[in-house]
């Protein structure tokens, strides 16, 4: 009877007419069905929009000694996860870990309401099964997840296939080629930086759409398509020349006092922004100037810090709140300037900026570059990062501050001891250069380079901070392609701050890297008293070495291409008596120079602040400005 009857059923369901399945379902189920009535039930329910009446279907029918229980089951977790219902969907999906480990189905639905939950410890179990999969569903979802766990070799291998299936789509292009750059995987870097070359060069700039203004920095020096990457998640409100203008022309209350906003997710004590800004943010002249800072900092990293929050300023949170309503608060608060800190960088909430905030807005510090789509009024940087030349580049207008853009901090900022070589495992006999920039910055240019450098100045070692096996080896197979044997690279693990800067002073010389420069790199070498090799750039991101160098009195260490780059460090190399003399110049200016001077830095912001709220207060458009320099000290500092 019951084949008869699942016949029947079967045909009525092969023409769609699912009510009649039902119907004839109806007449002949019971306790004694088997497992087809009740897979066939599953899925008339599933068709007729009943996930979750579909899903006990497919649990009865695993009950049954005549059915695939585990397919079953699979069934009936989809199927309650569709209805909404995660407990009953994980508690099935576990149970079948245990016979299923590497089905990636069951990983994805597993995965899928992990997220919904909140669960995000539990998708450890599935995540590397979903990213071993092919299937194009399961590899977005198992890339969405790797894409907060950088260190996951499965996170290249994810993304290489999305590129793969989607050859066409800039962003997964885009987004294999910014997980290559963690990886070090230089062959899959070339590929795709040759295949991104032809359209730009053509004329077509479509492609770069999908590219985020930060990894476009890494590889391209080019202040024209710089402006062209404009793939930055969070911007959803874009604004227009006529909403900037109504902004600065609405009616606001100034006082005497001028109220400068910081906005930012970095307020706290071991942020590497916090680590140059400290102090300057404790200096401001509070007779003058209100300092208020809207944070949305998380609050994992910011309830445990023990930093000066305190002192930095009148602290507003803006977590939990939309970019309308954050917007709404800053107003409230009467803020004259507001200096985004963050631009197109990980975690940032610019698009605050494009909701008529404050009369003058500013972007400084964060990133390099302009804040394309982000309504501000001016970025804040010096005559090196941005010359007359770069203006086009632009729709904000420049606040050049006279001597460096780039606080740093002389005061919070640790200063230990030098350690040892012998107990950080290097030798004694080899002129040790230094490079600790993130391996994103490490471009093929600067691996040619360094590679140049390591085979003529032949008694020298690269010391350089890459973390992760797969890092590693691809770092040496790059080099050893080149002719550098793998002993002449030594890898140096993540440290604590205080033990980083004591263990630079270990080497002898810094080197750069190019098209992105070190910045917070570059200024924790010269703190720590390293000498650094830096090539001239042509903007923003390449331009801040030498910045850095020019405010501590070492305008010399800067190439003007990379072969003078590369016969600067060769040269020093060989001239043992001349890296000393460095590293004094370095040592001794550290104190009397400019870069870390953070009171005469914040004198000369605060300038600025001033030049721009005087012209704000006169209903003047904004304009270009050149803060003028302090007498020079007489004496250090510190």
Not at 16 to 42: I, K, W
Request: hydrophobic share 40%.
């Amino acid at each position: 009877m019951d084949g008869q009857a699942l016949a029947v059923a079967t045909a009525a369901f092969e023409r769609a007419d699912y009510l009649e399945t039902l119907a004839h379902l109806n007449r002949v189920l019971g306790e004694t069905a088997d497992a087809a009535l009740l897979v066939l039930l599953g899925e008339t329910l599933e068709k007729l929009g009943l996930p979750g009446e579909a899903a006990e279907a497919f649990e009865q029918a695993a009950q049954r000694p005549d059915s695939n229980s585990a397919r079953c089951l699979s069934r009936a977790a989809a199927l309650y996860f569709d209805a909404g219902d995660d407990d009953r969907a994980q508690l099935l999906g576990l149970r079948l870990l245990t016979d299923l480990p590497d089905d990636p189905q069951l990983a994805y639905v597993l995965a899928r309401s992990f997220r919904r939950t909140g669960d995000k410890a539990l998708i450890d179990l599935v995540k590397n099964t979903l990213a071993d999969s092919d299937e194009p569903d399961h590899l977005k979802l198992a890339g969405e997840i790797l894409n907060e766990d950088e260190r996951n070799p499965r996170t290249l291998a994810v993304f290489r296939k999305l590129a793969a299936l989607y050859p066409d789509d800039p962003y997964a292009r885009f987004k294999f080629l910014s997980v290559a750059r963690d990886f070090c995987d230089f062959e899959a870097i070339e590929n795709l930086e040759k295949t991104l070359a032809g359209r730009p060069a053509a004329g077509d700039f479509s492609a770069l759409e999908g590219e985020t203004a930060y990894s476009n920095l890494l590889r391209c020096g080019n202040e024209r398509l710089n402006r062209r990457a404009t793939n930055n998640p969070g911007l959803t409100s874009p604004f227009s020349a006529t909403g900037s203008r109504q902004r600065r022309m609405r009616q606001h209350h100034w006082r005497d006092k001028i109220r400068i906003g910081y906005l930012s997710s970095d307020f706290w004590s071991e942020h590497a922004t916090m680590r140059l800004l400290q102090s300057v943010l404790e200096m401001h002249d509070r007779s003058r100037f209100e300092v208020t800072l809207f944070c949305y900092t998380p609050e994992s990293v910011a309830a445990p810090d023990r930093g000066n929050r305190e002192k930095w300023g009148h602290i507003v949170s803006l977590l939990g709140k939309t970019d309308v309503q954050a917007a709404d608060i800053i107003r409230q608060q009467g803020i004259d300037i507001l200096v985004d800190l963050k631009g197109h960088t990980a975690g940032s909430r610019s698009n605050i900026l494009n909701h008529i905030v404050a009369p003058v807005q500013v972007a400084w510090l964060g990133f390099p570059g302009s804040a394309v789509n982000i309504d501000c009024d001016y970025v804040i940087g010096d005559r090196i990062v941005l010359p007359n030349s770069s203006r086009l580049g632009y729709h904000e207008k420049f606040c050049l501050l006279p001597e460096c853009y780039q606080p740093n901090d002389p005061v919070h900022r640790a200063l230990p001891p030098a350690a040892t070589r012998t107990a950080l495992g290097l030798p004694e006999d080899r002129v040790v250069f230094a490079a600790f920039n993130a391996p994103r910055k490490i471009s093929l240019a600067v691996v040619d380079c360094w590679s140049d450098i390591l085979r003529r100045a032949n008694r020298s070692v690269l010391w350089v901070m890459i973390d992760g096996e797969l890092a590693r080896s691809n770092f040496l197979a790059a080099f050893g392609t080149r002719g550098i044997e793998a002993e002449r690279i030594i890898f140096a693990p993540m440290a604590r701050y205080d033990a980083h800067i004591a263990r630079l002073q270990a080497a002898d010389i810094g080197l750069d890297t190019f098209p992105y420069n070190g910045h917070t790199t570059t200024s924790d070498k010269l703190w720590a008293g390293l000498p650094v090799v830096t090539l001239r750039g042509s903007n923003f991101a390449s331009r801040v070495s030498e910045s850095l160098l020019t405010a501590l009195g070492l305008p010399e260490l800067v190439a003007p291409d990379p072969g003078a780059f590369a016969d600067l460090a060769v040269a020093l190399a060989e001239n043992p008596v001349q890296v000393a003399r460095q590293k004094q110049s370095v040592s001794q200016n550290r104190f009397t120079s400019p870069l870390f001077d953070a009171e005469r830095f914040c004198r000369h912001l605060e300038r600025g602040y001033e030049m721009m709220a005087d012209r704000a207060r006169a209903k003047l458009p904004p304009e270009h400005l050149e803060v003028a320099k302090l007498p020079a000290r007489s004496k250090p500092f510190r």
